[in-house]
């Protein structure tokens, strides 16, 4: 096994705004992408932990056909278009073909406990961000990725840098999708019935589709939606391309760690992110309650409860547990029925989605334009617009894959519905078999003056950024969604939202 590597472009430069900007000044990376994808399992391998401080190390687990194999770590983020930077990489690494476990009898678990095959150090100076490994075999050149995270430092002192916006990578929703060794959280495209249980020691799968983001999990590319781009990425390359001070954590740290949103003005919720933790949803609407802004540029958010539960070696929440009907879920009636692993519009008390994002899932897989209402028009939302002007009328390709709706004048769910909820933008799409339903982007200003904005779409971020188009999707960036963005994230950060030039539409 590796237990050393070739640092790039050790220490920081002075003079920057902040470490994600000063990260992005540095030549990036632009080969980082996969030349050979491997889509038969010639080489893929796993993390051992979803993220890690500075400091930290990360271990591979990697099975390769391959007798040795290569890896080479990057950060991803803008890089004036690069889209990443390698900070570490690793030659002549000893390889092996590893067993794929069955599932187990009763939940579907499929967990590898393979042997370490690399030890990734995590440099005190790496900047926090999203990273992925890239593993390739010498024999064959296949090449597949591993994600995972790197977080900001904890530090409990008063006096701590912490960035003002945090970015929620959504790697519970990943795995629940994640069919490696035939099964998922899904009946769809799992064998022989879905599973219970998922486990985070196993790679993540990847199709012919999905194959330039192969191993990466959803946040290049996903297996289960069309078009099959990532959501995660774009928005990557879009808010470090604009110099924001930004951090990212994934959702086991907003399980885990109620502190991380200390000190933030903004979470940021971005593409998919349907699987929660009771946890995670309690953090989540403490901070909102304590000020803290959430820019939920997603569909389909907090959608499913599930627990996390460690791993057959006892490491703590290394997998999910997920049951969907109420009967099935040992918990259910019991002192724990609050952690029930059903939808959480049905748990006991309910606690619909709309109550936190101010909207719920209205359809799946369809595709539409987003539309501007026009009495919304002189929202400040829409500042410096050509929707403010009346010249853009709609963005073209905007929603989709899966889309929400407000519920305020629903019988069921009204009363969950956050006060003097605005709604910005509404238009119908057609998904198959169902009645045109609505879709729709609102705000709303909890009590602690906390602003939530809920984009209602999957795809926003393509709205900023067009990587991936056009092999995996048509181009869709538009200077309104930019400003859109722009806006609320000024008003998340305390400020007004800056002139500049309309767009013309």
Not at 88 to 99: D, I, Y
Not at 403 to 432: E, G, I
Request: aromatic content about 10%; charged content about 25%.
């Amino acid at each position: 096994m590796g237990a050393c590597g070739l640092l790039v472009g050790a220490g920081h430069a002075e003079g920057y705004p902040n470490p994600a900007s000063q990260e992005n000044e540095r030549p990036g990376t632009p080969d980082w992408e996969l030349v050979n994808p491997a889509l038969q399992h010639e080489i893929e391998g796993y993390a051992d932990a979803a993220s890690a401080e500075p400091g930290g190390t990360i271990r591979l687990h990697v099975s390769s056909a391959s007798p040795r194999f290569s890896v080479d770590v990057f950060r991803m983020g803008w890089y004036a278009g690069a889209g990443a930077r390698r900070v570490l990489e690793f030659r002549e690494m000893a390889g092996g073909k590893r067993a794929v476990p069955k599932p187990r009898e009763g939940d579907g678990l499929i967990e590898c406990n393979w042997p370490i095959s690399c030890r990734v150090p995590i440099g005190a100076d790496w900047v926090s961000g999203v990273y992925l490994a890239r593993l390739t075999g010498t024999g064959d050149g296949k090449q597949s990725f591993v994600p995972f995270v790197v977080r900001e430092p904890i530090r409990r002192e008063a006096t701590a840098r912490r960035a003002p916006i945090l970015v929620q990578v959504s790697v519970n929703t990943w795995q629940a999708y994640n069919n490696w060794g035939g099964k998922s959280l899904y009946d769809f495209n799992s064998f022989g019935g879905r599973a219970m249980r998922v486990s985070f020691d196993r790679p993540y799968a990847t199709s012919a589709e999905a194959g330039r983001g192969a191993g990466a999990g959803e946040f290049l590319s996903v297996t289960h939606a069309s078009p099959a781009a990532g959501w995660e990425y774009p928005f990557v390359r879009w808010i470090e391309k604009e110099g924001y001070d930004v951090a990212y954590a994934t959702n086991l740290d907003l399980h885990a760690d109620p502190s991380i949103l200390g000190k933030r003005k903004a979470l940021l919720v971005v593409g998919h992110d349907e699987y929660w933790t009771r946890l995670m949803r309690d953090n989540a609407e403490r901070a909102r309650d304590q000020g803290v802004n959430l820019g939920i540029f997603a569909a389909n958010v907090c959608y499913w409860q599930v627990r996390c539960e460690p791993s057959s070696t006892g490491v703590l929440d290394r997998t999910l547990f997920c049951a969907k009907q109420a009967d099935k879920d040992p918990v259910a009636n019991t002192e724990r029925d609050r952690d029930l692993t059903v939808r959480f519009r049905n748990l006991h008390p309910a606690r619909p989605e709309v109550a936190l994002v101010g909207m719920m899932m209205s359809a799946e897989d369809v595709q539409g334009d987003f539309t501007p209402l026009p009495q919304a028009r002189g929202h400040w939302v829409y500042a410096n617009t050509g929707i403010a002007a009346g010249t853009t009328h709609a963005v073209r390709g905007l929603l989709g894959y899966e889309v929400d709706r407000s519920f305020a004048k629903d019988k069921t769910f009204a009363r969950f519905s956050p006060p003097r909820l605005t709604v910005l933008a509404r238009a119908w799409v057609q998904p198959l078999k169902v009645d045109r339903p609505p879709t729709e982007s609102t705000i709303y200003v909890a009590p602690s003056g906390a602003n939530v904005f809920a984009a209602g779409t999957m795809e926003w971020s393509w709205g900023l950024d067009d990587w991936g188009a056009p092999e995996l999707r048509s181009a869709r960036s538009h200077p309104d969604i930019a400003r859109i963005t722009k806006n609320l994230l000024a008003r998340f950060l305390g400020s007004a939202p800056k002139p500049g030039p309309r767009s013309p539409g």
